[in-house]
């Protein structure tokens, strides 16, 4: 097994990831503004809004960032006092990545995001660059199989793991669920997924290892249903053909809002598996950081 540890390969070994659809519709400025000067300014390559809710993008990557995929950061704007106005937000792109991809609801009224959702390339962004967080492989015993279990925004830190080679070189299977209220909620998952496998840089690790599993709440669509209720019915196994999840062979990692997450806690320890951290790896993490806007 390969051991990357925390950081960038070298320059000749990285690459931009081609995941995120620039030439399709990602926005482009007219012209590049005046430098901002913000305080750890990093500048937006890309842009897509998915729908009047969500978007994605794309900001150049501090050359002194080490970061293991699955982790956050702080990033943010100035607020209307002169201050920096900060969120935590996963990293979707991998370690390898020469750039930093995020995704991000879009909230009207919300202190950070009514501003983020209108930024455009060239704009410049805060960026701290610490990264932290509990979704990591160093977190996990070793397994055979993975699950990424995540609602809405919280595919993030899973966008950065499906495209992470430590994943694939881990684990036998990756079983990504994803479950949101609508069918174009899911779009980023699905667009990200499918271009997985003719991934020039990671497409043969993948092969058929990764499992993907989107569910709607709301919206009809062919598999519904709540993470939480796919577990326990049984459902998921059945539809994918999968043994049911053991602690002897299977790890998780969760990644929702603070109700999510402790729904899907109950679930996983009733098929034994325990919670672990960075210090203390075990059978399932779940990223507790997030709340109001985070992902």
């Not at 070298?10 to 400025?29: C, E, I, L, N």
């Not at 993030?156 to 080679?165: H, Q």
């Not at 043969?204 to 599993?213: A, F, S, T």
């Not at 709440?217 to 049984?234: A, Q, Y």
Request: hydrophobic residues 40%; contains cysteine.
């Amino acid at each position: 097994m390969i051991h990357r540890p925390r950081g960038r390969p070298p320059r000749t070994a990285r690459a931009r990831s081609k995941v995120f659809p620039v030439t399709q519709t990602a926005t482009a400025s007219a012209a590049v503004p005046a430098p901002k000067h913000l305080p750890d300014a990093q500048t937006v390559t890309a842009v897509r809004h998915w729908n009047d809710r969500l978007f994605s993008f794309r900001v150049t990557r501090p050359q002194s960032l080490r970061f293991r995929s699955g982790e956050f950061v702080m990033i943010g704007l100035m607020g209307d006092n002169g201050k920096p106005l900060l969120r935590a937000y996963s990293i979707a792109s991998p370690a390898w990545d020469e750039e930093l991809e995020f995704y991000s609801i879009k909230v009207p009224d919300g202190p950070l995001t009514s501003k983020l959702q209108h930024i455009k390339p060239g704009d410049e962004i805060i960026l701290r660059p610490k990264p932290v967080g509990t979704l990591v492989h160093d977190a996990l015993l070793p397994g055979k199989r993975v699950w990424f279990l995540a609602t809405g925004t919280g595919i993030a830190p899973f966008a950065s793991l499906m495209r992470e080679p430590e994943t694939y070189e881990k684990f036998d299977e990756v079983v990504m669920m994803h479950t949101c209220r609508t069918v174009d909620e899911l779009e980023y998952g699905r667009v990200l997924v499918e271009s997985l496998k003719e991934d020039p840089l990671i497409g043969e690790l993948v092969g058929d290892k990764l499992k993907y599993y989107p569910t709607t709440t709301r919206e009809d669509f062919p598999r519904m249903g709540r993470i939480t209720e796919n577990l326990k019915s049984g459902k998921v196994f059945a539809d994918l053909g999968i043994a049911p999840m053991s602690a002897k062979t299977d790890r998780a990692m969760v990644c929702g809002s603070l109700a999510f997450n402790k729904d899907v806690m109950e679930v996983l320890e009733g098929f034994g598996l325990r919670e672990g951290a960075n210090s203390e790896p075990k059978e399932y993490v779940v990223e507790k950081a997030f709340v109001g806007e985070g992902v």
